[in-house]
């Protein structure tokens, strides 16, 4: 590939492939497939300027064969590893891009001059002293910008078809990790700029979400060791937790499976692996049903439990717990495998009063969601009167731990 000794050429390389570029026998950054939409666009905007322009830059001329030039090579590549991609070239419709930014609108709103771009580009403009139209140039009676419904439900409209097509094909989980991450991440970035309304359409599309699910198992060894596996897992995790964060999805999520796979992610994964696996079960446990199902999830239960033991991603675990506390099934589970007595250690052992806080929340919960327990938490209590001390305590332990402590020991009270 042709390079250039100017500071903007090294750029524009580290850019589409995240490091220098490799030799054209290597393998591409598939990761930055989507960042050559930008790239055609960026092209397309500097060819507008040569016919319009009296005369042609050096610069621009400088910019564009180094456009062109990675372009090539990236097709050259695209051809020979179409399978490693995540799918077919797609450019976004020119009515799509902000004019200012040149990708795709998020937040597309209307200006005074009657033009389109998307509202945080827009609020760039603006807060910069700008005050003509990025288009026409004329100068803005005002600075109001209004939301442009139409163009927004079109572009995500759009996103969603394509989500829908490519995952459908492309998320052929046999393929190889990088085409798998691609996907994974292209999938997390449309969850993250559409909203709800791309939560739920990802949702609908069933095929879609089992295979995500799916994602999120552990494949052969020769992955797992090389670690491409548990970033395709954790890729998949997030996802999952995205399209959780939307009410109506949970049951659905629930339903397919997914505690199995968060589970044996939250047990074999690395820090952040497992960090996400917590965090998915613990979005997915705000409904009941849900918590019923990890309560009958085998291994489960006890594997969160041991966490905690272990003092691993520790509030991440009490955030579970409590989630599951309010739930008579799940808190009888919990219970039969000495939730209770791990709780009073870690409450006498632990010098961080958030921790401290959680945990006597979870016992105060399992406390008034079965009866049967305040018993055995009243004979863990008085072998070293845990919540005495704990209620008694000045600014050492926080309002809400003294709070949840005075609520236990009338509980004592009424036995």
């Known amino acids: 590939m042709a390079s250039s000794s100017s500071e903007s050429d090294v750029d524009l390389e580290e850019l589409l492939y995240g490091d220098p570029v490799a030799d054209s026998d290597s393998d591409i950054d598939i990761a930055a ?27 621009n001329m400088q910019k564009a064969k180094q456009l062109l030039s990675v372009l090539q090579q990236f097709k050259g590549n695209f051809t020979q590893n179409r399978r490693d ?43 910069s002293g700008n005050r003509k139209c990025p288009v026409s140039g004329e100068i ?9 419904n139409n163009i927004h439900g079109i572009i995500m409209a759009w996103c969603v ?45 069933t095929l879609g979400v089992s295979s995500i ?12 060791e090389s670690g491409a596996d548990m970033n395709v897992r954790y890729r998949a995790a997030e996802a999952l937790t995205l399209i959780a964060t939307l009410e109506c999805n949970k049951k659905k999520i629930g339903k397919m499976g997914a505690f199995s796979r968060l589970k044996a992610l ?8 497992m960090y996400q696996a917590a965090t998915a079960i613990c979005i997915l446990c705000t409904v009941e049903e849900n918590k019923v199902r990890v309560a009958k999830e085998r291994g489960l239960v006890e594997l969160v439990l041991r966490k905690m033991k272990d003092a691993v991603l520790l509030s991440e675990m009490l955030e579970i717990v409590l989630q599951l506390s309010t739930n008579k099934t799940a808190t009888e589970k919990m219970a039969e495998y000495d939730l209770i007595p791990l709780l009073f250690k870690i409450i006498r052992d632990n010098v961080l009063p958030d921790i401290t806080e959680s945990c006597v929340a979870v016992v105060d919960s399992i406390c008034c969601t079965l009866d049967a327990l305040v018993s055995r938490v009243k004979e863990e209590d008085d072998m070293h009167h845990t919540l005495s001390w704990l209620s008694g305590l000045g600014e050492e332990a926080t309002p809400k731990s003294k709070s949840h402590a005075t609520n236990i020991l009338e509980m004592f009270n009424r036995i």
């Open 161 to 205: 078809n394509n989500a829908k097509q490519q995952l459908g094909v492309a998320l052929d989980f046999s393929t190889s990790p990088n085409h798998q991450l691609a996907i994974l991440r292209s999938m997390t970035r449309l969850l993250h700029s559409g909203g709800d309304r791309m939560k739920k359409a990802f949702a609908d599309f």
């Open 213 to 224: 699910i799916y994602a999120t198992q552990r494949k052969s060894r020769d992955e797992a």
């Open 266 to 273: 939250l047990e074999e994964g690395d820090a952040v692996a």
């Open 85 to 127: 991609l995540p799918w077919d070239y797609i450019v976004a419709p020119d009515e799509f891009l902000c004019p200012i930014s040149n990708q795709v609108m998020v937040d597309p709103v209307i200006i005074a001059s009657g033009k389109t771009f998307d509202r945080l580009s827009m609020e760039d403009w603006f807060d």
């Open 140 to 148: 803005l009676p005002n600075t109001d910008i209004t939301p442009n």
């Open 33 to 59: 497939v989507t960042d050559a939409v930008v790239f055609k666009n960026e092209l397309k905007r500097l060819l507008i300027a040569f016919v319009e322009e009296d005369g042609v830059k050096k610069s």
